[in-house]
């Protein structure tokens, strides 16, 4: 590593139940140009002053109008359990479910995930369907983990 401090990226394996998971949920990214149509664990950057589950919360409401109940984290290769991505980027994933609630969050049930700026498109997969996607390359490790657990 060059010396930088790596920048956190946190994201969540939405799963149908964090006992017994058969589905994850899955996103297609709509940009940058190099990353579109490329699929994706949602979540994002951890911002100046928030903490990792403050941001994954806030990306998962802010990306796909869902709130969710967290589970464990998936551990992660590196010493700090986090996964490898690119260049200083290192992602935390946790287990997750989605609350399914009746009121609204940003126009759009709990509970019923939907692409929103970031994705143009989401789908619950299988273990069988996993690899029907073109996953973005750091998180096939990722995806491997997950596949064993469901």
Avoid: C, F, Y
Wanted: aromatic residues 4%.
């Amino acid at each position: 590593m060059t010396g930088l401090k790596p920048t956190l990226i946190v994201a969540a394996a939405i799963v149908d139940s964090l006992t017994a998971p058969r589905v994850v949920l899955s996103a297609r990214r709509r940009a940058p140009a190099e990353l579109a149509g490329r699929w994706e664990l949602p979540g994002g950057k951890v911002e100046a002053g928030e903490t990792p589950l403050n941001a994954l919360h806030r990306e998962l409401a802010e990306e796909l109008g869902l709130r969710v109940n967290l589970g464990d984290p998936l551990p992660g290769p590196l010493p700090d359990d986090t996964w490898p991505l690119v260049g200083v980027l290192h992602m935390r994933v946790w287990w997750a479910t989605p609350i399914a609630e009746g009121d609204r969050l940003q126009g759009r049930a709990h509970g019923i995930p939907a692409a929103g700026e970031a994705h143009d498109e989401v789908r619950w997969l299988t273990r069988g369907q996993l690899w029907e996607v073109p996953w973005l390359d750091p998180d096939i490790a990722i995806v491997h983990a997950i596949a064993a657990r469901l």
